[in-house]
């Protein structure tokens, strides 16, 4: 079975503190993809970032950066010197076939 | 830019009226989703279409049908709308690549109400 956990339900913050979100996933499979996606209050996911299972290299984006480690089964997003403006919930998801299974999400509250 | 866009965002209905939700996307994906979002079950998929006139069944098509006439069109139907469909229905779109379906792109949502 695959499954995504996001342990954390809610996360606040005071602006310009550095803030990690945790995500671990369970699958069988050999190849898959993992994903992040961002939903503000507005209510659109917003893709973030895709990797897929062979790549383990990190990658950063500007103040976000993503740790994937497939000892731990683990892809954990951390956001630096966040912003009030990053305040979302915050989904981590699977796919092998192209099939999205979602975790609960984590809400970050970045407060000013 | 991808672009999804869903006929609604705010959408009340009385019970056992036939509900019809609209998405559209620019990017000529071939495969398309419906899910919807509630609180403390996170996004459960409803219908997903790889092709025109191709539809399969997520984890929860039991009250909806969908149809896919055009391949930037997919609509999700309520055919007879009941309050435990009340919730938040996000469509996505993607492309069809080496075997797999590709990264999804999310419209705005549409938070259905129904009295």
């Known amino acids: 079975a695959q499954k995504v956990t996001q342990a954390q339900t809610e996360i606040s913050v005071v602006e310009k503190e550095d803030v990690t979100l945790d995500c671990v996933y369970e699958t069988r499979d050999t190849t898959y993809y993992l994903f992040w996606y961002k939903q503000p209050p507005s209510g659109e996911l917003v893709f973030l970032i895709r990797r897929n299972s062979f790549d383990e290299q990190n990658e950063i984006s500007g103040r976000y950066s993503w740790n994937f480690q497939k000892s731990t089964s683990s892809f954990n997003f951390t956001i630096t010197a966040s912003q009030v403006v990053d305040s979302a919930v915050y989904f981590c998801a699977l796919s092998n076939t192209g099939k999205l299974i979602f975790g609960q999400g984590t809400t970050l509250q970045v407060k000013p | 830019d991808v672009k999804v866009t869903q006929s609604s965002r705010y959408l009340v209905k009385r019970t056992g009226e036939k509900v019809f939700l609209e998405c559209v996307q620019d990017?000529?994906?071939?495969?398309m989703f419906w899910y919807r979002q509630d609180p403390g079950l996170g996004l459960r998929l409803i219908y997903f279409?790889?092709?025109?006139?191709?539809?399969e069944k997520g984890d929860i098509p039991e009250g909806y049908s969908v149809s896919r006439e055009k391949k930037e069109r997919f609509s999700l139907i309520l055919e007879s709308a009941s309050t435990n469909q009340t919730s938040m229905y996000l469509c996505a779109s993607s492309f069809w690549t080496s075997g797999r379906a590709d990264t999804q792109y999310f419209g705005p949502g549409t938070r259905l109400t129904v009295l």
């Open positions: 279409s790889y092709d025109v006139k191709m539809k």
């Open positions: 990017m000529d994906h071939e495969n």
